[in-house]
């Protein structure tokens, strides 16, 4: 991960499946998942598996983007917004979405 400097912004989404872990339906869903990393301006993508217990969250997804600008464009990007609307509302059964910059002093 890289250091938060200036206005870079990481996007962090930690969700639940509506399919059991490791079920074909919970693959396919996050093979698609990964097919954004090739959206433009999209870095240090990665998806995790949650292993702690404080939550009944089981997979994150964290990427980031050098400003507000690429974080836009990604946002509004087709292959985003057809994610979210065809594979992301049907298989997601709970998430939390955070949005992450450097805290400065002052």
Same mark, same amino acid.
């Given at each position: 991960?890289?250091?938060?400097? $200036?206005? &870079?912004?990481? !996007?962090?989404?930690?969700?639940?499946?509506? !399919?059991?872990?490791?079920?074909? =339906?919970? =693959?396919?869903?996050?093979?698609?998942?990964?097919?954004?990393?090739?959206?433009? $301006?999209?870095?240090?993508?990665?998806?995790?598996?949650?292993?702690?217990?404080?939550?009944?969250?089981?997979?994150?997804?964290?990427?980031?983007?050098?400003?507000?600008?690429?974080?836009?464009?990604?946002? $509004? !990007?087709?292959? !985003?917004?057809?994610?979210?609307?065809?594979?992301?509302?049907?298989?997601?059964?709970?998430?939390?979405?955070?949005?992450?910059? =450097?805290? &400065?002093? $002052?």
């Amino acid at each position: 991960m890289t250091t938060l400097r $200036g206005p &870079r912004i990481r !996007h962090l989404v930690v969700f639940t499946l509506r !399919h059991d872990e490791g079920s074909p =339906e919970a =693959e396919v869903f996050l093979e698609a998942l990964r097919s954004l990393a090739a959206i433009d $301006g999209v870095e240090d993508f990665e998806v995790a598996r949650q292993v702690g217990l404080k939550n009944d969250y089981r997979f994150a997804v964290s990427m980031e983007f050098a400003s507000r600008a690429a974080y836009d464009a990604y946002d $509004g !990007h087709p292959l !985003h917004v057809a994610f979210v609307r065809d594979r992301w509302a049907a298989d997601v059964a709970d998430f939390m979405e955070i949005d992450l910059s =450097e805290l &400065r002093p $002052g």
